[in-house]
């Protein structure tokens, strides 16, 4: 199916050859070791995890790999097999949020940034040479930014024998992302790539940080997760994600609460006409009956009810276009689309306003649901989306 840019692999192009070798011709010796760390996508539990309230991702086989080796100095070269820069030279010393690398450089504020997260929290890293490769998409929803900066926490902790936990890990590449990148994401996406297993979503907590790792084996029930990657992302996404999080908190102050994550289920309805704003009303019944249906999904998942949580993956959907309003024309179309062709369930994933779709669907089904997909984008006029299926893969590992 040559138009719907369906591959086994929807990678990003130009990053052929191991992160070994790239690294070996670029600087001229081997690196010390490689590390890697997934991609995820997130099952159900959507703008929850700036309101205390509950996720389950799972890492996607796609995966960032950094190869790297210390250097006798407080210098850090950064390169990146996706991205047109060519090596970016930083010193150790001059690493400062107000001034991220900015131009072509500027996706080496993610490496840059992990490195200053670890110097600001008094441990003792040194000069690197990193090379980073991947076939994690950028900016589709999947958490790029996440696998690189895991990757890097990873080689760069090893390398200079800081041990931290998995969790520690991610809080480090989130504080990178937060305050040295100047993303306000939370915790989710981190915790994800440097904690999640194989064949498991992993249950986050985001405000106790616990985790449980849910057996989610589709292939052996006879399922597949699509993740349709619509390759689009709309202009409002940073504006409207701000302004999601300020009525979230806004309304758990308004309700006495410390987060919505306080709001119960079963108080929702009498909770609502709290509110005065009819808006806020909308955003709360979101992230209350959201919570509600990661514990459901997670229940489904233990009981071996796999294809039982695809309505909750709809109904999930239709929360986040309906009350919260942050999909998007191509995201509808892609979750009513893969629906009507037989799918379980469907929904967006990640933020909003573009990126990725993901389907629960029969494995039988594969064809007839890429190739519906794809169709219903040609007639509407769309960008050609990329359709990959997913297996809950391993989180962040040394590679080499
Ligand atoms: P997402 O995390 O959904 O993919 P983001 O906008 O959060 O989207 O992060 C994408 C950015 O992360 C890219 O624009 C780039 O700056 C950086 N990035 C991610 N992966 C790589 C990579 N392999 N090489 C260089 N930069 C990368
Ligand atoms: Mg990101």
Redesign the pocket.
């Known amino acids: 199916s040559g138009y719907s840019g369906y591959s086994g692999n929807s990678g990003?192009s130009g990053?052929s050859g191991s992160a070994q070798d790239g690294f070996q011709q670029l600087y001229g010796y081997p690196p010390e070791g490689v590390w890697a760390a997934p991609?995820r996508v997130n099952l159900i539990g959507e703008h929850t995890d700036y309101n205390d309230g509950f996720a389950l991702p799972f890492a996607l086989p796609q995966r960032?790999e950094v190869a790297a080796a210390r250097r006798t100095d407080r210098i850090l070269r950064v390169h990146?097999?996706?991205?047109p820069s060519g090596a970016v030279t930083l010193d150790l010393a001059d690493l400062d949020p107000a001034h991220p690398p900015q131009g072509a450089a500027?996706?080496?504020?993610?490496p840059a940034g992990v490195a200053w997260a670890l110097l600001d929290a008094g441990l003792p890293v040194g000069g690197a040479d990193l090379h980073?490769?991947?076939d994690?998409?950028?900016?589709?929803?999947?958490?790029?930014?996440?696998?690189?900066e895991v990757a890097t926490a990873l080689a760069l902790t090893d390398l200079y024998g800081i041990g931290l936990t998995r969790p520690e890990l991610a809080a480090l590449a989130r504080r990178a992302?937060n305050a040295y990148v100047g993303?306000p994401?939370g915790i989710m996406?981190q915790t994800a790539s440097a904690c999640a297993t194989q064949g498991h979503a992993l249950h986050l907590d985001t405000r106790s940080l616990a985790r449980r790792h849910i057996p989610f084996d589709c292939a052996a029930a006879g399922l597949r997760l699509l993740v349709i990657d619509t390759r689009v992302?709309h202009a409002l996404a940073d504006g409207a994600y701000a302004q999601r999080r300020a009525s979230c908190h806004g309304a758990a102050e308004a309700l006495g609460l410390p987060a919505l994550r306080d709001l119960p289920y079963e108080e929702l309805e009498q909770a609502l006409p709290r509110l005065v704003d009819p808006i806020a009303r909308k955003r709360v019944r979101h992230v209350v009956t959201e919570n509600e249906r990661v514990l459901r999904v997670e229940e489904l998942l233990r009981a071996g009810r796999l294809r039982e949580a695809g309505p909750l993956l709809t109904e999930g959907h239709l929360s986040l276009r309906d009350d919260y309003e942050v999909s998007c024309p191509e995201l509808d179309l892609a979750v009513s689309t893969a629906n009507a062709a037989g799918a379980y369930g469907s929904r967006m994933t990640?933020?909003g306003f573009g990126?990725s779709a993901l389907s629960l669907i029969d494995a039988d089904a594969e064809e007839a649901v890429i190739r519906a997909v794809a169709n219903a984008f040609l007639r509407a006029d769309f960008t050609p989306p990329r359709v990959t299926t997913a297996a809950p893969s391993e989180g962040a590992v040394r590679l080499l």
């Open positions: 990003n990053n991609g960032t990146s097999a996706d991205a500027s996706w080496a504020a993610y980073v490769r991947s994690v998409p950028t900016g589709a929803g999947l958490s790029s930014s996440a696998a690189l992302e993303v994401c996406d992302k990640g933020g990126g």
